[in-house]
């Protein structure tokens, strides 16, 4: 099956840091990349959308220059988090799609942002 | 815009026994695909079961199955002989064709041996 890697699993660095966090496909081609927030037993919540070698589209609300994301290969999307704060702690999942507007969405293991 | 509801946040079923999550979807239109995603406490999301809205047919895999109710915009997954290794946080998806997904708020399921 396909499985997308998420790397780093865990980050716990301080404020004021830096953060980037890879998302790859391992046994297909991702032409869409999604990326998300979750907090404690909630939804995911769509932070942006990227498509291989374009600009990301990104949510009402969600900060881009905050949140730089890079799509830059069919295998590979990075979330960086730009000088994080506290409240920028939570739990990122990256999601990737392959051609076709009926293939279903595969997600990695997740990442969980501490930033003291 | 297309909303998800779940309106169940929690729900428990004994084992070997069968549960019903609900999930109700609010669109205008006529082709899309709807999901149902498994996240357990390790965190990673799973693809469970999906249904194409043109499929009268209602989505099977082994003990998962749906009730997809396309006039009710009703999408319902039912998981039989219920396990342990069931208990996880279900979450119900809505997506169009190329589109990006709406997730509902989830239900956590407890599975009591």
């Known amino acids: 099956g396909a499985v997308v890697s998420q790397h780093p699993s865990r980050v716990i660095c301080k404020s004021g840091t830096s953060v980037k966090i890879e998302c790859r496909s391992l046994?297909?081609?991702?032409?869409?990349m999604f990326w998300y927030r979750q907090f404690p037993k909630k939804s995911l919540m769509l932070m942006a959308t990227s498509n291989e070698g374009s600009k990301a589209t990104y949510e009402q609300g969600v900060e881009k220059d905050k949140f730089l994301i890079n799509h830059a290969s069919l295998t590979l999307s990075t979330l960086t988090v730009t000088s994080a704060h506290p409240e920028d702690s939570s739990f990122y999942i990256c999601s990737a799609r392959s051609t076709g507007g009926n293939q279903p969405q595969h997600f990695g293991d997740g990442t969980r942002l501490s930033i003291l | 815009a297309q909303t998800v509801t779940q309106s169940q946040p929690e729900m428990s079923v004994q084992e070997a026994e069968t549960v019903t999550l609900s999930c109700t979807y609010d669109?205008?239109?006529?082709?899309?695909?709807l999901f149902w995603y498994k996240q357990p406490p390790s965190r990673q999301m799973i693809l469970v079961i999906r249904?194409?809205?043109?499929?009268?047919q209602n989505a099977t895999e082994n003990r998962f199955s749906v009730n997809f109710q396309k006039a009710a915009k009703s999408f319902s997954l039912k998981i039989s002989d219920s396990q342990l290794g069931d208990a996880a946080m279900y979450f119900c998806?809505?997506?169009?064709?190329?589109?990006?997904?709406?997730f509902g708020d989830g239900t956590t399921l407890t599975v009591k041996p």
């Open positions: 046994d297909f081609q991702a032409t869409t």
């Open positions: 669109t205008s239109e006529s082709d899309y695909y």
């Open positions: 998806a809505y997506r169009e064709y190329a589109g990006k997904s709406t």
């Open positions: 249904q194409e809205a043109y499929k009268q």
